[in-house]
């Protein structure tokens, strides 16, 4: 069964300082996984995608199936990346995606 | 380009009395599509998903059902509403195949009084 947990549900740090977000998931197969952002009175959005291997807004995720992780980090969080993160997966053929509860960040000034 | 257009925004509909909510994708063909419940703490639970006309799947058991009558279009129904029906409903489309992210509307809050 496909499985995506962030462990996290609230993570502040102080703008400058890095910040890592959590994801662990459970799949049998080869996992599709993604960040998806929503910024406050935003849609939800996609962040990045682990096979495009991308940094985005100073954002990367890389994919470590040994530990079955794809944690978000960024070396210097801004005030602008406060918002809900969540870590999701999809099937092979990507027509099912689950998501993680979510982590909210806060970035203090 | 693509949009995705989810309506209405906000409704408030009293226990027992039946539910419609719309999602339709402009700018592409045969995509995939989602219904998602968003609550604060559990993330989003994906609670249908539909390939093609006709054909839903539904993750989990519960007081709704989806349609899929045109390619493009997507909707979400109840015939008697509970009040654990409310809550934050995303619709959601991606591209068939690998690599393919999810597309959300702006979701519809639907508190059932």
Redesign the interface.
């Known amino acids: 069964a496909q499985r995506v947990t962030?462990p996290e549900?609230l993570l502040s740090v102080f703008k400058g300082a890095p910040v890592e977000l959590k994801c662990n998931y459970s799949y049998s197969g080869s996992p599709?996984l993604?960040w998806?952002v929503q910024y406050s009175r935003q849609?939800?959005?996609?962040l990045l995608?682990h096979?495009?291997r991308e940094s985005i807004k100073g954002f990367t995720a890389d994919l470590n199936k040994g530990e079955t992780s794809f944690h978000l980090k960024k070396p210097f969080a801004q005030e602008e990346d406060s918002a809900m993160y969540?870590c999701?997966l999809?099937n092979?053929?990507?027509?099912?995606?689950?998501?993680?509860?979510?982590t909210r960040l806060f970035v203090k000034a | 380009s693509q949009t995705i257009h989810q309506w209405p925004a906000t409704l408030v509909q009293p226990v027992g009395s039946p539910l419609s909510l719309e999602c339709t994708v402009e700018g592409t063909s045969n995509p995939?599509l989602?219904w998602?419940r968003q609550a604060a703490?559990?993330?989003?639970q994906?609670l249908f998903?539909s390939?093609g006309i006709g054909q839903i799947?539904s993750e989990v058991p519960q007081n709704l059902s989806a349609s899929r009558p045109q390619d493009r279009q997507f909707i979400l129904s109840s015939k008697k509403l509970l009040l654990s029906d409310s809550g934050f409903y995303?619709c959601a489309w991606?591209r068939?195949?690998?690599?393919?992210?999810?597309?959300?509307?702006?979701?519809t809050r639907l508190t059932v009084t």
């Open positions: 962030q549900k599709e993604f998806y849609r939800l959005q996609l995608r096979i495009s969540y999701a999809s092979t053929g990507g027509f099912k995606t689950i998501f993680g509860a979510g | 995939n989602y998602y703490g559990r993330g989003l994906l998903y390939v799947s995303l991606s068939t195949g690998v690599d393919s992210p999810l597309h959300f509307g702006n979701g």
